[in-house]
């Protein structure tokens, strides 16, 4: 069964970067066809995507943020790390680790969540 | 790319509740529809337009065509009152949802 966990700071201050980790289980990011993304939330507000990072090292970023996201995965302790910089306070949310699956089809879908992590921006 | 839904759509116990996602050409973007309960995770119900993952009841169906697709529950129960999620995968480009629709039993 494939779980995820996100862990990382609960408060950061405007301008810091924020560093998110997800420790996961059930499956390994040095096979193929495996990806790690990351998806927020805003309190009361929609999904958004921000990143994947596949077995092969190939990343993507969500062409709205690329310039403040950097995703990286350490195979060895099946750990993916998400930073985010210049953090401000409407990049407020629920931060969720999942499991990305469709490489190579013609579309990838999300089919297993973390629990997510709140992570506020506030002086 | 832009992935468009009703904010909301309320619909009696037992009736059919149709919640619709409208995009350029996302019927042939493959598209997935996810639930959302409150204070939860959200959970993969379709994928691919209309194939439903294991252990997700048959009363979820997806079709899609042209800039429609569509979540279609049948039967709705009191249980199924949540926010639904549309999502689309946009050339590899960028991982799309749609602003989402609370689904009401009333």
Not at chain 1, 65 to 83: F, G, Y
Not at chain 1, 86 to 109: K, L, R
Request: charged share 15%.
């Amino acid at each position: 069964q494939i779980t995820l966990k996100e862990s990382g700071p609960t408060l950061v201050k405007p301008t810091q970067t924020l560093t998110l980790t997800c420790t996961f289980s059930g499956f390994s990011l040095s096979t193929s066809g495996e990806g790690v993304a990351w998806i927020r939330q805003p309190p009361g507000k929609g999904l958004e995507w921000l990143a994947v990072i596949y077995w092969n090292e190939d990343k993507l970023y969500s062409p709205s943020l690329k310039n403040r996201l950097i995703i990286t995965k350490d195979t060895s302790t099946n750990q993916v790390a998400l930073t985010v910089t210049n953090m401000d306070p409407v990049d407020t949310a629920t931060y969720y680790c999942v499991h990305q699956s469709g490489y190579g089809s013609v579309a990838d879908w999300v089919d297993f969540w973390g629990q997510g992590a709140l992570v506020t921006v506030s002086s | 790319y832009e992935l468009t839904q009703p904010p909301s759509v309320t619909v009696s116990p037992g009736q059919t509740a149709t919640i619709k996602c409208s995009g350029d050409k996302v019927g042939d973007k493959y598209p997935c529809w996810y639930q959302q309960k409150l204070g939860q995770s959200p959970v993969l119900i379709i994928l691919h337009g209309d194939k439903r993952p294991s252990g997700i009841s048959e009363r979820f169906s997806g079709s899609r065509s042209g800039n429609t697709a569509t979540l279609t529950i049948s039967g709705t129960q009191a249980m199924d009152e949540a926010d639904y999620y549309c999502q689309a995968w946009d050339s590899r480009n960028d991982f799309v949802f749609g602003g989402g629709t609370k689904l009401t039993v009333l």
